[in-house]
């Protein structure tokens, strides 16, 4: 693809735009930079030889990676690509940059995106290139990495271990999605590489080697701040106990579903201790004749309500539950019996009827 002539409207060619580095370098990953940084650098040089061959071996990039990042800033409107016949480019226009008119990324100097959490975590030449922003727990899907990064993530010092260890747990080599997934543990939710391989040791002890089961439990943990071996530990201990203990009152024997897992993990969180969990879903699965998660949750609910801990503090909570029933049966028995002579009717008496009864009194005198 040689041959390809690269021109601009702006007058500043040999300078990046301000608007570029306020808007628009903050969003990008490092590859995709330094496409545009040395397309500014072709601008001073137009009659040398340029092609997307030429980029890739300057920058040390695929020629996929090269067009990846073209795409990319095409879309952003940063430039413009000129397509030939052949469905080859054969121009770009880098264009005047201004501010997004939906702009939701504040500038650099005014708003940082390095978080206190991010500028605590060692550093690292590659990461701090292609650092982004936390992950909010809530999203399932991990970022389009390019295979620079991926290939930079592989042959750091502190992560090409993790890889090979990886590797070991999982008994294969790593496809792609591993690595994918190794890169966005480390460097997007900050995982150690301690706290990485207990996660990996945990998921294959269950039988589960797919990236996407050993991303959900990533999530999870990270959504509920565990971010030390110890904490994970301590989490994985409750849960497995609430899940043993569900699994003997129900008689399931089953793994449990997406939607009993939330109940599984609000349960643990309450800190119920396992014979607390089976008593709730044995007295469930007796009132309802089947496993009745619900059911189960109203009863763990209202113990974690009245401050219950042990299996005396559900007798004394049943104790005082019988007194209040016993106590209100009686209570209405006692008013049932202080009308039982008024269920009787009445009879009403007339003055003609109360004087002939006062003649017949004094006549059997």
């Not at 545009?36 to 990676?65: H, M, N, Q, S």
């Not at 971010?227 to 994985?236: G, I, L, P």
């Not at 643990?268 to 396992?274: I, N, Y």
Request: aromatic share 10%; hydrophobic share 40%.
């Amino acid at each position: 693809m040689d041959g390809i002539s690269v021109y601009s409207e702006d007058t500043r060619t040999t300078l990046v735009p301000n608007e570029f580095i306020d808007y628009y370098m903050p969003r990008a990953n490092g590859a995709f930079v330094k496409v545009y940084l040395y397309l500014l650098r072709c601008l001073t040089a137009p009659e040398a030889g340029f092609g997307i061959g030429v980029i890739a071996d300057a920058l040390d990039e695929t020629e996929k990676d090269i067009l990846r990042a073209l795409r990319y800033w095409e879309k952003e409107g940063v430039l413009s690509l000129t397509w030939g016949d052949e469905n080859e480019i054969r121009g770009i226009k880098l264009n005047r940059l201004t501010k997004p008119v939906a702009e939701t990324v504040a500038p650099v100097a005014s708003a940082p995106l390095i978080t206190a959490a991010t500028a605590m975590a060692p550093e690292s030449p590659v990461s701090a290139a292609t650092r982004r922003t936390f992950i909010p727990p809530e999203i399932t899907t991990l970022p389009d990495y390019t295979p620079a990064e991926l290939d930079a993530f592989a042959g750091r010092e502190d992560t090409n271990w993790l890889l090979h260890a990886a590797e070991s747990y999982l008994e294969r080599m790593l496809k792609p999605a591993d690595v994918q997934l190794l890169f966005f543990l480390h460097d997007e939710l900050r995982f150690s590489n301690e706290l990485i391989l207990h996660l990996y040791e945990y998921c294959v002890s269950r039988g589960k080697k797919a990236p996407s089961y050993i991303q959900k439990v990533a999530l999870s943990w990270h959504a509920e701040g565990i971010d030390t071996v110890e904490k994970a530990e301590e989490r994985s201990l409750q849960f497995d106990s609430c899940y043993t203990a569900v699994n003997r009152a129900f008689a399931l024997n089953r793994a449990p579903g997406i939607s009993e897992r939330r109940f599984l993990n609000r349960w643990s969180s309450f800190g119920f201790s396992s014979d607390l969990i089976e008593e709730a879903c044995s007295r469930a699965l007796l009132s309802t004749s089947h496993p009745d998660f619900k059911y189960a949750d109203k009863i763990l609910e209202r113990w974690h309500e009245s401050n219950v801990h042990t299996m005396s503090d559900v007798k004394k909570l049943d104790d005082a539950h019988n007194a209040r029933s016993a106590k209100g049966q009686a209570s209405e028995a006692s008013h049932n019996a202080g009308n039982r002579f008024n269920a009787f009717p009445q009879r009403d008496y007339s003055g003609n009827d109360l004087t002939d009864l006062e003649k017949a009194l004094l006549g059997n005198r």
